[in-house]
């Protein structure tokens, strides 16, 4: 299987829900990206669907937004 | 590890997510109730903290709500 993209910008949400993800899928199974801080792939991100983070892309390219910590808005700033 | 279960309520971005996730975390892993169906646990998704369907209650209690089918108000009616 392919891994999934989890993406955050470092919000409290995005931490607890990244631990979550973590534990439920594997560690193995998730790339974690924080486009708070590598903010050149905030556009793959909008790419892939994304509207708010935290959010997790699955390998077929389902994007899941989990709970809420800021909108894309609020991450380019 | 004990299961996760994912509450939904039969809409289509309900359907998604629930395949989505069953994918993830896999078939033994996570229990399906379908509140729009089996009503009298409504109570249960609203005590562990459910404001929206889909959403997953992973093992230590936390929710991920994901994406978004239908309030919790919708769902009762």
């Given at each position: 299987m392919s891994k999934s993209i989890f993406y955050h910008a470092g919000c409290p949400v995005c931490v607890s829900a990244e631990h979550d993800i973590v534990k439920l899928i594997g560690n193995d199974n998730v790339t974690i990206v924080n486009i708070g801080e590598d903010r050149n792939r905030i556009p793959e991100a909008q790419n892939a669907?994304?509207?708010?983070?935290?959010a997790l892309v699955t390998p077929t390219g389902n994007v899941l937004h989990i709970n809420f910590g800021a909108s894309m808005n609020d991450v380019i700033g």
């Open positions: 669907g994304i509207q708010s983070v935290p």
